[in-house]
């Protein structure tokens, strides 16, 4: 039987490691609840599109980017995995699968009144992050009182507390960089002093409507388009600006943002669009920042980058790998992660990643197990292999985070033989069941054996069903 994955590892496992693997401990982990309705869509949630590309040299010919990864672990075989419940790579939540999400919004139950929706939401509780967990407890407590309003509603009960303390978080942000202003030269205080007044006015405007009410984006837009003559100091008020306050990281902008009765869109002609908001876009804000996604470990911008310096550069010595690995981690995770390298997030945003990645492994080794007792060899002999890779990406990427997996190697040829033995299994009964005995030649090629020709027809098979996700 050909092996998926091992294939690689010689390539990726090219370099001597000499790391001293520490185990981390375990945190409980909690799968997600079950689909809704048993409603089944085929939809995965990838951190980016990537297609094979090509591009061509100065001499003409043509240079393909490959992902062998991507069509070795497909969409598919991730989607399985969020099915069985996972802690994200890169944080404590639990991932939820974009199909649940989907099954909301298809049953269509997050629009009606509150007492449905929160039943709906409230198996997805340990999936939320901070800010959404909060909004998720005040709206339950409040459906508790009005159990026939719908969840905009009762946002609508803490808007104008909401609203006060927002203005002086934003307020005390301004205030910072009105002062950080002073040291400008005359002309550019005015200008930013004309911006930040102008801001002001918005915030303290009383019931303003959402199309005039102050906006954290557009005004980061316009301090960075202002020409100052001191870069540093601009560089500055633009890191004070960042932290205006925004729905990922505050309750108070969640609840002012969200009771709004429509947000306002600008379209492909210049003009204003307003669409409504509902229930139900409130109630999937709550749950698709842990939406999970694949992040590439080591980023895509650098490989891409290595690409383009062996192109321009005909003496470039350095390896280009084509062996592009993922993890699962959260929608709100990898936006943050972005192009960042492993270990300078690790430094810079989370500093328990370590603990977060251990425990993410631990919880596909328990999946492995679980898939190899219930007699699924094939899948779990691939998720063997990911898991391998996983421990050799990290430690080819990393000086911080070392994977501990155990004994769980040793098991793997076990593991492999069950898997060849439920081939040849399946093949005798599709045998039997065509009418052709297994009565061949002991000259005969491996090409012709009964296990390469149901190998041939597992392939086949596949690629009729990926061909749904390449579209």
Do not use: C
């Amino acid at each position: 039987m050909q092996i998926l994955g091992l294939n690689f590892r010689d390539k990726i496992n090219n370099i001597q490691f000499n790391k001293q693997v520490k185990p981390v401990s375990v945190q409980a982990f909690k799968a997600p609840p079950p689909p809704i309705n048993n409603l089944n869509t085929d939809v995965f949630q990838k951190s980016t599109n990537l297609v094979n590309t090509k591009q061509v040299s100065f001499s003409g010919a043509e240079i393909f980017m490959t992902h062998k990864f991507e069509t070795t672990f497909t969409k598919q075989f991730f989607k399985k995995l969020l099915r069985e419940g996972l802690p994200d790579a890169y944080s404590e939540i639990n991932l939820i699968p974009l199909e649940h999400i989907d099954e909301l919004k298809q049953l269509k139950v997050l629009n009606k009144k509150s007492s449905v929706a929160i039943k709906a939401l409230k198996p997805y509780k340990d999936s939320m992050f901070s800010i959404e967990k909060q909004v998720f407890l005040i709206l339950e407590n409040l459906a508790k009182k009005h159990p026939d309003l719908t969840l905009q509603d009762l946002l609508k009960f803490k808007y104008a507390q909401a609203e006060k303390s927002l203005i002086k978080q934003q307020s005390n942000v301004l205030n910072k960089i009105n002062m950080m202003a002073r040291s400008l030269p005359k002309k550019e205080f005015h200008q930013m002093r004309e911006l930040i007044q102008t801001s002001f006015n918005r915030i303290f405007e009383p019931n303003p409507l959402p199309e005039e009410r102050f906006g954290r984006k557009d005004f980061l837009r316009k301090l960075k388009g202002m020409k100052l003559s001191n870069n540093d100091l601009k560089t500055k008020m633009l890191e004070v600006a960042e932290k205006l306050p925004q729905s990922g990281d505050s309750v108070n902008a969640f609840i002012v943002k969200y009771a709004q009765p429509y947000k306002i869109r600008t379209g492909k002609d210049g003009s204003q669009l307003k669409l409504r908001r509902d229930s139900e876009e409130l109630g999937i804000r709550l749950l698709e920042e842990s939406v999970g996604t694949d992040d590439h470990i080591y980023p895509k911008t650098r490989y891409y980058a290595e690409e383009q310096a062996k192109l321009n550069d005909d003496d470039y010595i350095g390896e280009i790998d084509d062996f592009r690995v993922t993890i699962l981690t959260s929608k709100k995770i990898n936006n943050k992660k972005n192009d960042t390298l492993i270990d300078d997030f690790s430094k810079k945003e989370e500093p328990k990643i370590a603990q977060y990645i251990q425990n993410h492994i631990n919880r596909l080794i328990e999946i492995e197990e679980k898939w190899e007792n219930t007699g699924k060899y094939d899948d779990a002999e691939k998720l063997a292999d990911y898991i391998l890779v996983l421990r050799d990406e990290f430690a080819k990427r990393s000086n911080l985070i070392s994977i501990d997996i155990g004994d769980f190697e040793q098991k793997i040829p076990q593991l492999r033989q069950k898997a060849a033995t439920q081939v040849e299994k399946k093949v005798a009964k599709r045998l039997k069941k065509t009418g052709h005995a297994d009565n061949t030649h002991k000259n005969e090629s491996d090409e012709n054996s009964p296990i390469e020709s149901f190998n041939k027809i597992k392939k086949r098979k596949r690629h009729k069903h990926a061909s749904r996700f390449e579209q």
